[in-house]
């Protein structure tokens, strides 16, 4: 409807209307200021949400200036249209209105957003009014924005452009990868997998104004590429999609690190040495090297400055087909490190946009604390994920190993508890004597940090062997 002052305003306009009318002079004719009305919607299918333009033109086409002129725009039925009347400018009805002369034609182009519910097409009420206006027939313009109906289909084919040829070839189908399609706002997470011949597709989409389609789990190391979102109108505009995945960068992009020593004290100088190789037949640029120092309090605090161009800061490292680099940075063994009883660095090379970056890492021990460690192991008896009581694996060994050999022992109590005694802080794998092992590949893995360092008491789960 209608608000503020236009209300008021067109109200008025009515009754010079009806005097008009009782003069029995055609409108065209009479002497007075006029204006008119002229909108345009902006082509589409469109859809819940979304921004629509709308080109209105106000003319005078009487023979006097208009003042005090508004104008407005507002649904009348269907779907919901909000124009914003500040875009009206001068003639923004919370204004003094604007002056419009004889033979003189604005022009505005206008936005308005589409509601949140669907009620149809939108009927588009525009309206003008200046005092005086001999001829209110053309005063009013009423414009359909026309709204997206039905559903959707997104199929297609994923594969690997092994030839390079940009479409699919014989051979280059990619089976069994996850697919997943989210619809903001209008759908959960969908996952379906592509089959033997590389093909996907969901049927029966609500239409989305966003949408995603992504792609993970590929065989032969083959990476899901970041595809536009999608938008959803009902058109089929994506029903026989080409995705073509990408290489990872380790593919050409080779890294290896080291470090200076196997053993420090806190407070040493470490030395990293990182080397990069391209293997592939292009160059390489944009190269910089992400390390984690400083994640978890015990790396070498290596600065970012000292890896030059390849630096995080400036990811200017590049190089050329065939080139091998090497990289060198010191940093100190914090304090940490002495009460975790390691110290190290993890860096990943990348180029900031191919997926696959190489990953690194080395540590080194930090001996001298000792520390008991304490937790339990157990077996999900009725397969629900979680530890129960009774799930405790009772009076078993168990035995910290440091590359293979056994460091302490402990036996564990009816709960499945154990303490290890006076253990070198340091990384350990946890095992279970007898025909078990740890429920995920590095399940066993287990720190013996000194107090304050450490989290309490561990929890692993072990399965049959
Ligand atoms: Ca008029
Ligand atoms: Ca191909
Ligand atoms: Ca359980």
Known sequence: MPIGRFTRSASVLAAGLLLTGMAGAPASAASGPNLKVTAVAQQGHWLLGEYVGLDVTVSNIGD???????????????????????QWGDLDDSGTGATIAQGETRTLHLTGQLGSTYYGDSVVHVEVYGAGDTDYSDNVQRVTVPLATGTERVAGVLYGDTNGDGKPSPGEALAGARVRFFGVGTTLEMYTTTDATGHFAYDGLPLSRIAYLSFDRLPGGW?????????????????????????????VLHETLTLDKASYAAGDTGKATVTLTNSGTKPLTGLFLNCDAGGFGSELTVTDDQWGAFGYQRKEGTLAAGQRIVLTATGKVPDKAAYTGVTGLDCSAQD????GAPYVSATAKVPGKVADSRGQVWLDKDGDNAPDAGEGMAYRNLVLLENGAIRAYARTDTGGYA????????????????PWKAAVPDGGALNVSAPPYGGGEWLVQFVAN
């Open 352 to 355: 900031g946009h191919t997926g």
């Open 223 to 251: 990476i899901g590429p970041d595809l536009p979102d999608l938008r959803l109108d009902g058109r089929g505009a994506y029903t026989a999609l080409e995705v073509a995945a990408t290489r990872p960068l380790s593919d």
């Open 419 to 434: 303490t290890f005694k006076g253990v070198p802080v340091g990384n350990y794998e946890l095992r279970v004597l007898g």
């Open 64 to 86: 006097s200036v208009v003042s005090g002129a508004f104008g407005t725009a507002y649904s009348e039925s269907g779907t919901a249209f909000w124009v914003d009347q500040h």
